[in-house]
């Protein structure tokens, strides 16, 4: 079980665009150069950050990136679903439909979903709530709160100029 | 994000051997047949559940396999780790040390965890203790508990003699 390396990049640039001014935008090259990642490879995940409503993409030689809604109405889930999708990591093939135990597959008891499916569905909601539990906002505070004063204002100065209002 | 098929054939499995009385075995050929997948692909899972000593295998013309420790001690994440693995699905590539606000790598605000990684991480464990909470002795009872007599008389019936004591 492995998330695409876009849901790193995805949450990082989520939590910038959240902690910008209201309604600020940012380019696409800002935030892969603020990243130190692949601006073309980003992009391709920001597109799917504004497929999902969570971003909003500005055109025009101003334009860029911002959250479509507040910090606190966008959650983590939001974000890792938009690059990663909704399906879920077990997908049941069924394989109680199949050997010599098996009734037809108009039986009544595969209209159950079985026991096991069941179990890891449990799991993954457990995990989805936990990232759907945590808004944007709150993991801009978290973030913040283990950031050193160099740290942060190294980001201000580099981010000031290159905000689009 | 996805599980490997692996995953649902391992837990399937299990469960079987975990229905069997106790000390009984059963051949990679029979877990394969009632289960109508390929015996050379479930014999590689099988042995991963033996590596993860979740099973062990007992050689011999009358060998096959069992349960490793009593249903009762195993956990649906032992076998889905023993599957799948332990690493997290959430890899972490540190993109917050790249990037004109980085500093150097011996900095201490690296040694504190990203909150973006703790966030993941702590899903993460959300999904694992679920699986962990659920013995394969409650899992075999929950997927009995939606079988109908039907399938309960095809499966014994079937087990019946393919057995090894």
Do not use: N
Not at 4 to 15: D, I, K, L, T
Not at 71 to 80: G, R
Request: glycine letters at 8%; proline letters at 6%.
């Amino acid at each position: 079980m492995r998330l695409s390396e876009g849901v790193e990049w995805g949450v990082h640039c989520a939590v910038v665009l959240a902690a910008l001014p209201p309604g600020a935008v940012l380019a696409g090259k800002a935030l892969a150069e603020f990243h130190g990642v692949s601006e073309s490879y980003l992009l391709k995940h920001l597109q799917a950050l504004v497929a999902a409503r969570v971003c909003e993409s500005v055109p025009g030689p101003r334009g860029g990136f911002r959250l479509a809604r507040a910090p606190e109405a966008l959650s983590v889930l939001d974000v890792v679903e938009a690059i990663e999708g909704r399906q879920p990591a077990f997908r049941c093939g069924e394989i109680r439909q199949r050997g010599p135990a098996a009734q037809g597959p108009d039986a009544a008891v595969y209209r159950v979903p079985c026991a096991i499916h069941a179990t890891m569905l449990r799991a993954e909601s457990a995990w989805r709530e936990v990232l759907r539990a945590q808004t944007l906002a709150e993991l801009v505070a978290a973030v913040g709160a283990k950031l050193d004063p160099e740290t942060i204002r190294a980001t201000r100065e580099w981010l000031v100029g290159r905000i689009r209002a």
